[in-house]
């Protein structure tokens, strides 16, 4: 077992207090977005005062074989701490051929790895896992196109806005949301926006869909005011978590957290291609090329009893992701057959692995390499994050 320390990383988006004091730490007073607790090298975290990719290459043998025949010796997940105080960008993350085939292309055009205008950061997908540790808000996927084309109706601005949703109507699923999704992000005024707000702030009160509907333009507004990426984000399913709820995210998704706390766990890749709600550099052809525009419904992710764990099942090899609530009796940690991240987010945990003991408090986390088998208890509510091959 190694202690690991994690990063910090500082995006306006993020909470000036919800990660400080998650790791009972003192507040800076600018926003803190996410910690990082993996090898990514961009901000690995550390063991022993190495970074975690590093110690990894070093010590090959703590990956274990299964995993290091799959991804060689980088580690394949990613775990963090996301509080997201205002909304994200839109966006979406490339599928492993797409990671591979744009990091090429940008490499050969010698773009610099962290220009703004460089899309792809690294070679490799980035499906992500949400888990809420408070409520949390978010945007994901496509709604069923007609179902937007009356939530715009019943607000009142069917007409107002029909010459840009009017494909939602006139034409099948994907091909129309695609149609539309690159009209709003050509449009280069915001008449289309003011009439939706104007109708929508005398519905943000309303306790049904519609109501919800015009809270997330009014509420984006808030931060984005007249972006025509609004209307964009309109067209999206919005996904409220109670507290322990996950939603998964495959590649290919567009979405965007609005508010919360949660333990994201992802592909280890900063891969993202943004779509808007965002002053950020947006790739136009590359989103239209990457994004899914096929229409689904949304749905917090199934889960399992394994042991004294909850497993979230997120379909992806490259990570897996369990919750235990601790209260005194020591319980297995699953997946000793993997190198796995362990992390308390409240309480305090007792680890023993053979001779060896590590008491850890809520902020504190572990690197259990492969091969350990570790046990826990105290009183706390641990995540413990593995490869999911």
């Not at 110690?55 to 509080?83: C, N, Q, S, V």
């Not at 706390?261 to 790739?283: C, F, P, Q, W, Y």
């Not at 379909?315 to 190198?339: H, N, V």
């Amino acid at each position: 077992m190694q202690r690991l320390t994690g990063q910090i990383r500082d995006y306006a988006w993020g909470s000036v207090t919800a990660i400080p004091e998650l790791l009972g730490s003192d507040p800076t007073g600018e926003p803190q977005a996410e910690y990082w607790l993996g090898a990514h090298p961009l901000a690995p975290a550390t063991v022993g005062g190495v970074g975690l990719d590093q110690a990894l290459h070093d010590h090959p043998e703590w990956i274990g074989e299964r995993t290091y025949r799959a991804f060689g010796d980088r580690f394949p997940m990613l775990l963090k701490i996301l509080a997201a105080e205002r909304p994200l960008s839109l966006q979406a993350h490339p599928n492993r051929e797409q990671a591979e085939e744009g990091f090429a292309r940008e490499n050969k055009a010698k773009i610099d790895l962290l220009a703004p205008q460089r899309v792809y950061r690294d070679d490799w997908p980035k499906p992500e896992m949400l888990v809420a540790l408070s409520e949390f808000d978010g945007l994901c996927g496509f709604r069923d196109p007609f179902a937007t084309v009356e939530l715009f109706t019943r607000l009142g601005v069917g007409q107002a806005v029909a010459s840009v949703i009017g494909p939602l109507s006139q034409r099948k699923g994907s091909a129309a949301l695609a149609e539309v999704f690159l009209d709003i992000l050509s449009l280069d005024h915001s008449d289309y926006v003011d009439e939706v707000l104007k109708a929508a702030r005398t519905h943000a009160s309303d306790d049904t869909d519609l109501g919800l509907f015009a809270r997330t333009a009014v509420e984006l507004n808030r931060y984005f005011p007249g972006q025509p990426s609004i209307l964009a984000a309109l067209l999206l399913n919005r996904v409220h978590l109670e507290p322990g709820q996950g939603l998964f995210l495959p590649t290919r998704t567009l979405h965007s957290y609005l508010s919360g706390v949660g333990i994201e766990i992802m592909a280890s890749s900063d891969n993202v291609l943004r779509g808007g709600l965002t002053g950020k550099h947006i790739d136009v052809d590359e989103l239209i090329r990457v994004v899914d525009f096929t229409p689904h419904a949304v749905a917090p992710v199934a889960t399992e009893e394994d042991g004294a764990f909850t497993r979230y099942l997120a379909p992806t090899p490259e990570f897996a992701l369990w919750r235990g609530e601790l209260s005194g009796q020591a319980i297995a940690i699953p997946r000793a057959d993997s190198c796995r991240i362990l992390l308390v987010i409240d309480g305090e945990a007792h680890l023993t692995q053979a001779d060896d003991t590590v008491d850890l408090e809520a902020g504190e986390a572990v690197l259990l390499p492969y091969g350990e088998d570790a046990q826990a208890s105290g009183s706390a509510t641990i995540f413990v994050a593995a490869p999911g091959i």
